[in-house]
């Protein structure tokens, strides 16, 4: 290694000498970078998951606008809106369809767990709102009291799932009524409910007694083709009488989601933060141990200065102790913190995972804040005078 | 030899320490003229101000007063990077050895090569074993300093100031930490080093030995020049 560092950067590895010098307060070190990107790992992966998890429900659908109650930030969030609001809508020459979607969370008590299931009421005549995967599926859902169900929610046997089949449909109770699932998409656990369900507008309001069939939770709307979104919500805004109404595009709108869940909701909020965190214990860390080994090293220091050796000579040293510092810290940081995600991925069965994207952010925001804390230390060198030495 | 040859000049040098009621003057109107090649030692009481006219010499403090003309160069008013430039054709040996604890001997003395830019790396160790090797240490140059007696030190620090050929050599009692027979073996290295290259050494010293061997002697008392002997 020091032969490596001799050759790339033309001279002795001073820093790397005087890092390595001391093993126990090198690993110390190493430990503390390492644990200041495991902290940064976990929260942007938490985060990640966070995105993923909750733009999932959006990908079942598959629509141009969405309108929703003025309340309405998230999916499942928020009041309803009248159905007078899609006819009036579909006034519009660019509109070409509308439905309402209804969402409700509906228990499946299994035994000693409960399954919570975020819940879609959608209308099984217009295949077209749905995803085309799903869209293939929801046949049987013209039965009354059937359903499709994720066949990756949280707390559900894998090979379970797999049985639930149109020919061996699986049936349980809910609410004192049967419900009868038919087959199974792809979904996934996310911080609001164990799985997701996808039933017709008639059996949802069946299970659920006290909602109207004039009153779902949102609109949506299909576009003819070639029509922008963005500029149709607009018309449509000067167009519907409820000037109260949210009509965004469907991509907007999850958009707005996710930025609320990221920056409004506590969860959010508290990850968020711990990136900040993380990234602020590196850097003192980085800081302190810098900062330590320039105060240890100042009359070597002196005696290199009255050699002949500049401030350059200087600042290269601290930032090559800085570098070395952020790289062999963020390796196990990187390596421990993919375990603690896959971890608590299992555990949790949230979309928690390492992806190239967070490890590329997070080396290259370990170099540069090193190297801004190494610079930082270096300002402790101006006291270092080589006149003191005799 | 032609006194502008003189590669250290000094002419009304006077400095001062600290500021107002604590102002106090270290050296006084000293004038000098130390000639390529010979080996000058200082002598003089404690405090009389040998330190502080090595330091003025060696670009390490700022000329306040006088003037310093060293290699050629006017140090007074002149740029900090003026006096970097010229420590790199400087030696300096210290009362303390001040190595690099975590660079082996001949990494240590190596530092004193690479000031001077890249060099390639064969020549430069075969240069550092050279000087070490002058200075006894040929079975000790990939030692750490924690592993070197007190005067071993010293001798890498020796071995550090001398392998970069300087013009000039500072030494502040450089034998304080040597035994008998190797300080007078790094005096007569140094006096060697004068009349091969031309190495000018100006040394602070008590030890009464090494004025036998110097060229010139020169008394400081309370700042000022007191004596000036040549031998
Ligand atoms: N950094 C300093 N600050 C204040 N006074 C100093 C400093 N260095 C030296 N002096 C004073 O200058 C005088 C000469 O000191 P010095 O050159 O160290 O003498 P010597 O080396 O002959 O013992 C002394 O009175 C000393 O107290
Ligand atoms: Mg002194």
């Known amino acids: 290694m020091s032969r490596l560092l001799e050759i790339l950067f033309g001279r002795l590895p001073i820093g790397w000498l005087q890092l390595t010098h001391s093993r126990t307060r090198f690993a110390a070190a190493l430990a503390g970078v390492a644990f200041a990107n495991v902290l940064v790992f976990v929260q942007l992966g938490i985060m990640n998951s966070m995105a993923t998890a909750t733009l999932r429900p959006y990908s079942f659908l598959n629509a141009d606008i969405m309108i929703s109650a003025s309340d309405s930030n998230a999916l499942s969030e928020g009041g309803n809106v009248a159905r007078q609001w899609m006819l009036q809508a579909m006034a519009h020459p660019d509109v070409t369809a509308g439905m309402g979607l209804f969402l409700a969370n509906v228990n499946w008590q299994r035994g000693a767990t409960t399954l919570g299931l975020t819940t879609f009421g959608i209308d099984p005549a217009q295949p077209g709102f749905l995803s085309p995967d799903i869209a293939a599926k929801i046949g049987p859902l013209q039965i009354q009291m059937a359903g499709l169900l994720d066949r990756l929610s949280r707390g559900l046997p894998r090979e379970e799932a797999a049985g639930i089949r149109p020919q061996s449909p699986l049936s349980f109770e809910t609410s004192g009524k049967t419900l009868t699932l038919y087959d199974t998409f792809a979904g996934g656990g996310g911080f609001g409910g164990d799985g997701y369900m996808m039933v017709s507008d008639q059996t949802f309001l069946a299970l659920l007694p006290a909602r109207q069939s004039a009153a779902p939770d949102h609109i949506l709307l299909k576009l003819r083709p070639g029509a922008d979104p963005e500029t149709v919500s607009t018309e449509l805004r000067a167009l519907v009488s409820d000037k109260t109404l949210r009509i965004r595009s469907f991509v907007q709108a999850g958009k707005d989601d996710l930025s609320y869940q990221q920056t409004r909701r506590p969860t959010g909020v508290i990850f968020g933060f711990g990136v900040i965190i993380g990234v602020l214990v590196g850097i003192v860390i980085v800081y302190q141990v810098l900062s330590t080994d320039v105060a240890d090293h100042m009359r070597e220091y002196a005696t290199f200065k009255a050699m002949g050796y500049g401030q350059g000579f200087f600042l290269g040293i601290v930032l090559e102790e800085a570098l070395i510092l952020g790289l062999f810290g963020f390796i196990p940081g990187a390596l421990v913190a993919t375990g603690l995600l896959t971890l608590m991925g299992k555990l949790t069965t949230l979309p928690l995972a390492m992806t190239p994207g967070m490890i590329v952010i997070v080396f290259v925001g370990t170099l540069v804040f090193s190297m801004v804390s190494g610079a930082i230390a270096t300002r402790r060198l101006a006291g270092a005078d080589p006149a003191d030495l005799f | ?231």
């Not at chain 2, 330190?51 to 306040?64: F, I, K, S, Y």
């Open chain 2, 1 to 231: 030899m032609a006194l502008d040859d003189a590669p250290l000049r000094t002419s009304e040098l006077n400095h001062w320490f600290g500021a107002g009621e604590a102002r106090k003057q270290a050296l006084f109107d000293v004038s000098l003229s130390i000639a390529r090649g010979s080996l000058t030692v200082l002598v003089g009481p404690s405090g009389s101000g040998k330190t502080t006219l090595l330091t003025l010499l060696g670009c390490l403090r700022e000329v306040q007063d006088g003037s310093v003309v060293l290699l050629g160069h006017e140090l007074h008013g002149a740029r900090p990077a003026l006096g970097v430039a010229l420590r790199r054709r400087l030696g300096f040996i210290f009362q303390a050895h001040n190595l690099h604890e975590s660079l082996t001997a001949m990494q240590n003395v190596l530092m004193g090569l690479q000031v001077k830019g890249r060099v390639d790396k064969a020549t430069a160790e075969r240069a550092a074993t050279h000087a070490l090797g002058l200075l006894g240490l040929s079975d000790r140059m990939d030692y750490l300093p924690a592993n070197l007696s007190g005067g071993q030190k010293q001798r890498v620090a020796i071995a550090r100031a001398l392998v970069g050929n300087p013009d000039v050599v500072l030494a502040d009692e450089p034998t304080a930490a040597l035994d008998r027979e190797s300080g007078a073996n790094v005096v007569d290295l140094l006096k060697r080093l004068g009349e091969a290259r031309g190495t000018t050494t100006v040394m602070v010293t008590h030890d009464t030995r090494i004025l036998d061997l110097a060229d010139r002697v020169l008394t400081l008392e309370d700042g000022c020049i007191v004596g000036d002997q040549q031998r």
